[in-house]
Structure formats: structure tokens, C-alpha cells
């Protein structure tokens, strides 16, 4: 039985949240929330483990979004009952927030013991969702730098993932990326079950690999590489104690990028075919697939949800505005957007027009400096024609004169007066990459509403 500051943070959740909608305050992912938690600061816990078909939390520096909707299309695909945080508000609140939308007036979660719930969680938020939820499978993309003034070094942000596996049980399975050596030291100490998941294509190994953040083992040896992807990730192995990359459990072969989609074999699962693309997405699909796996999907349905898997807002969405098509492609950190610049080198061709816009409020990271280890020269003559906004715009077009990019059509900070310098400069049927950081996303997005090309800011 729930108990009734349960059922009273659920009741007042569901009425701040249809008053926030009713207002047009907001999409109702936070305040409900937040007002839940003031009732009942175990209202996520209380509704959470009444999901008794499993409990999947999905983190790490890049994907997380993305490999969240990938799991939840192969559970849509196999008819299987789930609640997924999808708006992408991934700290307890928007758990709160989810959860609370879900129950019934007596803080019930009808279903629930069928249901699973997939919870995108943000790194700092781990620890306090591995408590809350008591999850049966806790997913790890990668470990990056990302918003150094708000989470640290990279070794702050493992830390806190060992905390939460500290405090999970362990009857949970930890999906772990193989192929990135500082997730695969999570499995230390861990005593329960992990599924492994990587790529082993050595077509894929290139000599220029971009910034990466995971320089020495934690006894003190370097890493060497047989082969290297992207970044630090590859076929790793410490000189020092000897620690290798692990055996996968899930393995991808045989990639072929395009830039309408991606296509590759899984072992077990034969050929694979998604709408995104990029070799970072297909490493995020990979992660689905050994969590759909771990959860007991049958391959077909996985298979299937992997083809019909919608882009997350601003991950490879194409927008149309005024007979344009606007690609948007979030660009966050530099592993990310180094990702984001070697795809559109790799296969967008040249001339190509591109927007690229840098905001550096709290979500963002305040410190821009990360933007000159992103290789924004790999696209150096072969942009045609660009355009730069956002709060820090002015930095963004310094750095990109320097990458040897044409000088921008137009600086602008406001997000409306961006598209219109983007409109007034190319055609019907003309292509446009935007790439934007994550609060010039919801900016660009919500002008973009405005203007009638989206339905939601957050969709």
C-alpha cells in the first residue's frame, strides 16, 4: 500500500504539472517534480520500485539520450510495457516527475509489475538514482570531459560512479563499454554481472584521434593501442599492470557510415540497420542492444526498434524551415563534437553550409575554453558558408577563423536573427548543419516553434 505523503506528492505533482502546461511555463519535466520531492523526499523510490519488470539506468558523458530511446524502441518493437523519463530531464526531479506522471490518484503505477523503466541519469545524479530506484541494469557509455566547472575532471565523474555501484546491489548487471579503458575499470571491485559491449573493426582505427581524457590506468602505466577509434577509445591495454581491454559480450563489425544512417553486423543478430549515424551512435546502439539483451529481448525485436528508432531533439534531427533542411547535430564536449565534424568530413561532401552556435550557461559548462580542443579544422575548405550565434558567439568565430573556416555571414546572438541570416543566404532545398551546444539547442528549438517547424521545444 502507498503510503499517503506518496499519494499526496503525486496528486500536487499531477496539478503543478497541468498548470505549468496550462500556463506555458514549461513541458512539466521539472516543477512537478520538485514540488513531489518537498512532500515526500522518497516519492521516487516509493513509485520507482513498483516498476518490478526492471529497472535501467543509463549514464555516461555522451549517448545517454540517445541510447535510452534506442532501448526504448526495441521494448515498443517486442510489446513491452515500460516508462521511460524521454523529455531528457535526467536529475531526480525529472525522475520525480515521470514517475508521478504515471500514477494513479492512490500512487499507484498501474502495470507496474510488468513495466520496466528506463532512466536517463546524469552523471553527478548516479549515485542518488542507484539508491532511489534500486536498478536491475545500470548502463556506462563513456567517460569524457564535460563541463569542467561543473562536474571536474574526469576523475571526479568516475568517482561518483563508483559510489553508485557502491551502493547498488549486486544482483543489477553493469553494461560497461569495452572499449573505453576508464568505464571498463568500473568492473573492479563490482561483484555482480557484467555484459561487455564493443566494436572490433579494424577498418575503423585511424592515426588522428582527437582530444581524449584517459591518458593513464590507475596504477600509473600508459595505454597503448593495437587500434584506436576515437579519442582514448579502441583496443586498450596498460603498459604498467597489464589491464586489456575485456572479451565483449556484444560485439559490432563491419561498420558502414552514411550520412542518412548506418549500417552494421552484430554477432548474434546478423545485419543491423538504423536511421542515425556516426560511429559514436553506433557505439550508443551497441549499448542498447547488450541492455535489450541483459532485459531478454528476443533479437527481432531489437533488430526492429534498432530501424525504426526516431533521433532524440537536436541528435541528427533534420528540420525543415521555409523548403530548408536544418540538420541538427548537438555538440557538447569536444569527444562529441569531434565526433559530430569527422562525420560531416567523412560524408557530407564539400561546400557544405554549416551554423554552428555556442551558449555557456550552467547546462553548457561556463567555460568555453573547451572549444579549441575540438578539430574544427577537419572541415577547414570545405565549408562553403557559415554562420555563428549564441551568448558566446564572438569566441565561436574566432575559433573557427582560426580552423581556417570563410568568415561567417552573420555573428549573431539572438536565435530568431540567426535563422534569418541562415534563411536570407541559401535556397529551397538547400542543406544546413546546426551545431549547436546544449542551451542553444533549446533556443534554437524553441524559435523554431515559434515559426511552426517543430511541434515541441522538447520532443
Known amino acids: 500500500m502507498t503510503g499517503i505523503r506518496t499519494v499526496a506528492a503525486v496528486n500536487v505533482a499531477k496539478a503543478a504539472g497541468l498548470a505549468t502546461r496550462a500556463l506555458r511555463r514549461g513541458s512539466g519535466t521539472a516543477l512537478p517534480g520538485l514540488v513531489a520531492l518537498w512532500l515526500d523526499p522518497g516519492v521516487v523510490g516509493a513509485l520507482g520500485r513498483q516498476l518490478a519488470g526492471g529497472r535501467v539506468l543509463v549514464t555516461g558523458t555522451n549517448g545517454k539520450t540517445t541510447t535510452s530511446r534506442l532501448l526504448a524502441a526495441m521494448l515498443d518493437a517486442a510489446g513491452r510495457p515500460y516508462l521511460h523519463n ?43 538514482a542507484v539508491r532511489a530506484l534500486d536498478p536491475t541494469v545500470m548502463v556506462v557509455t563513456n567517460l569524457f570531459r564535460d563541463q569542467l566547472d561543473r562536474y571536474g575532471e574526469v576523475e571526479t565523474v568516475a568517482g561518483l560512479w563508483r559510489e553508485g555501484l557502491g551502493a547498488a546491489s549486486r544482483s543489477a548487471t ?78 559490432g563489425r563491419s561498420v558502414q557510415l552514411e550520412l542518412a544512417g548506418a549500417r552494421w553486423e552484430v554477432d548474434g543478430l546478423g545485419k543491423v540497420a538504423m536511421r542515425l549515424t556516426g560511429l559514436y551512435n553506433v557505439g550508443n546502439a551497441l549499448a542498447a542492444v547488450a541492455a535489450g539483451r541483459v532485459a531478454g529481448l528476443e533479437a527481432e525485436a531489437i533488430r526492429r526498434g534498432l530501424g525504426h528508432a526516431r533521433a532524440a531533439f537536436g541528435r541528427q534531427e533534420v528540420v525543415r524551415l521555409e523548403g530548408r533542411e536544418l540538420w541538427l547535430l548537438l555538440t557538447k564536449n569536444p569527444a562529441g563534437a569531434n565526433q559530430v565534424l569527422l562525420l560531416l568530413a567523412q560524408a557530407a561532401g564539400d561546400g557544405i553550409a554549416v551554423a554552428g552556435l555556442l551558449n555557456d550557461r550552467f547546462a553548457d559548462g561556463q567555460d568555453v575554453s573547451w572549444t579549441w ?71 534554437l528549438r524553441a524559435e523554431l516553434k515559434r515559426r511552426g517547424a517543430v511541434r515541441s521545444a522538447l520532443e
Open 86 to 128: 524521454r523529455e531528457g530531464s535526467n536529475l531526480v526531479r525529472g525522475f520525480a516527475s515521470t514517475l508521478a506522471g504515471r500514477a494513479d490518484a492512490l500512487g499507484r503505477i498501474p502495470g507496474g509489475a510488468r513495466m520496466m523503466g528506463i532512466f536517463e541519469t546524469d552523471e553527478a545524479t548516479f549515485p542518488a
Open 174 to 251: 553493469l553494461v560497461l563499454n569495452a572499449d573505453d579503458p576508464s568505464v571498463a575499470a568500473l568492473a573492479e571491485g563490482w561483484g555482480g554481472r557484467v555484459h561487455w559491449y564493443g566494436l572490433d573493426d579494424p577498418a575503423l582505427h585511424r592515426e588522428e584521434v582527437g582530444a581524449f581524457d584517459a591518458r593513464w590506468c590507475s596504477c600509473g602505466g600508459d595505454f597503448t593501442y593495437t587500434r584506436r577509434y576515437f579519442a582514448h577509445v579502441g583496443w586498450w591495454r596498460c603498459s604498467g599492470c597489464g589491464r586489456g581491454r575485456p572479451v565483449t559480450d556484444t560485439t
Open 373 to 443: 580542443d575540438v578539430d574544427y579544422e577537419l572541415l577547414a575548405g570545405r565549408v562553403g558558408k557559415c554562420w555563428v550565434g549564441g551568448d558566446r558567439a564572438e569566441d565561436l568565430a574566432l575559433r573557427l577563423d582560426y580552423a581556417g573556416w570563410p568568415s561567417p555571414l552573420a555573428v549573431e546572438r539572438d536565435a530568431g536573427r540567426l535563422l534569418d541570416a541562415v534563411l536570407a543566404a541559401t535556397v529551397p532545398g538547400e542543406r544546413v548543419f546546426v551545431l549547436p551546444t546544449y542551451t542553444a539547442l533549446l533556443d
